[in-house]
């Protein structure tokens, strides 16, 4: 079950069909796992999320990157900084495997496409979150197999959740964590777009967390065994809105506000590493005729309201959600050395809530 399928929610906005990052048209997301046991015990995945079904290599989109915390590693983000076009999937997966997924991502558009080598070099984005405390990250690397399995297997049906793909080993304020999404429908004038995000968790402390602005942590610290090790968290934001890439840059910061609603300080030994592309212009490498492309306008009309005020309020909501969704959904994971994430006791917290909510109606 969804954060919502519990009769809570988040913000006032309205979520897309789906409430799903998939509800951006176009974009897709496809995950494998890589579960083993034996000599190597190894709790870890792959995600990709393609911006859009076609060849992004031939056709690349805009984007922008932003960093709350930087103890961590997405590939291409000076390519992205410089030209601010995204030309690859977004490739998730463990600290370890970042040269592998790299590497994977180049072979698979090599055999895709002709012109990958030659006409110009494939630079991919993949990111990465240490899930070392379930995963085996001494034995090695994810095979490159699964990577191919996740790149061949996107779909823009709703993604799994929780401990999946490249959430399979990560933690979530001393829980299990993993893959969330969610999203928001935007009205501008007669227009609505979609702004869609994905997050892989693997941060916080208990004594951190909040759930619907309640120090929920705090309660839990002497009822739950704790887990103390800071991780990080990818957040991938997708929207049709037209946006040049700066403006996708300040849509990508308004991830970590989101992180900040559940609980999150960025801490020090922690990596939240934020992308935000657009699928409404579709650059292709190479064009004759000059390129056009409209967008909307930010910072000029702000005294008249602004929508891309509209569009932050998307991107805060939704990643707030989409954390609680990797929360909820995650289930109980044992790794190496009997290492353990405990599922979020999710029933204790709807207890917790009601009587906070008691509480609070009879003072």
Same mark, same amino acid.
């Given at each position: ?147 191919? =399995?996740?790149?061949?297997? +996107? #779909?823009?049906? $709703?993604? !799994? ?5 490249? &959430? *399979?080993?990560?933690? /979530? ?113 190479? =064009?004759?005729?000059?390129? +056009? #492309?409209?967008? $909307?306008? !930010? ?5 008249? &309201? *602004?929508?891309?005020? /509209? ?53």
């Amino acid at each position: 079950m969804r954060f919502r399928d519990y009769g809570l929610q988040v913000g006032r906005m309205t979520p897309g069909p789906l409430n799903a990052i998939t509800d951006v048209p176009g974009v897709l997301v496809g995950q494998a796992d890589y579960h083993t046991d034996g000599a190597a015990v190894h709790r870890s995945g792959v995600t990709v999320i393609w911006p859009h079904g076609g060849n992004p290599f031939r056709e690349r989109v805009y984007a922008g990157t932003s960093i709350l915390n930087g103890y961590g590693i997405m590939t291409g983000r000076a390519v992205i900084d410089e030209w601010g076009l995204l030309g690859s999937p977004l490739v998730l997966c463990n600290s370890r495997s970042i040269g592998m997924g790299f590497d994977a991502t180049v072979e698979y558009f090599t055999q895709m496409d002709d012109a990958v080598g030659d006409l110009d070099v494939m630079m991919p984005v993949v990111a990465e979150c240490d899930d070392g405390y379930l995963n085996d990250n001494r034995a090695g690397p994810t095979p490159s197999a699964v990577f191919r =399995s996740a790149l061949a297997n +996107a #779909s823009a049906g $709703l993604p !799994d959740e929780g401990a999946v793909g490249a &959430g *399979s080993g990560t933690q /979530l304020f001393g829980f299990k964590g993993g893959i969330g999404t969610a999203s928001r429908i935007v009205p501008v004038g007669n227009t609505e777009y979609t702004v869609g995000i994905l997050v892989n968790t693997n941060f916080g402390y208990r004594h951190q967390m909040l759930v619907q602005g309640q120090s929920v942590g705090l309660w839990l610290n002497g009822n739950q065994p704790d887990y103390h090790k800071e991780g990080s968290c990818i957040g991938i934001v997708a929207t049709d809105a037209p946006l040049l890439p700066n403006q996708l840059k300040r849509l990508a910061k308004r991830v970590g506000m989101g992180l900040v609603r559940t609980g999150s300080v960025g801490n020090d030994g922690s990596g939240e590493i934020f992308l935000a592309f657009s699928t409404n212009t579709v650059i292709p490498r190479e =064009s004759r005729e000059p390129f +056009a #492309s409209h967008h $909307l306008v !930010d910072g000029q009309f702000w005294t008249l &309201g *602004s929508p891309i005020d /509209l569009l932050f309020d998307a991107v805060v909501e939704a990643t707030e959600e989409a954390v609680m969704n990797a929360m909820v959904q995650a289930v109980t994971v044992v790794g190496r050395g009997g290492h353990r994430l405990e599922r979020f006791p999710t029933e204790n917290l709807l207890t917790w809530l009601r009587d906070c909510h008691t509480r609070r109606d009879f003072i």
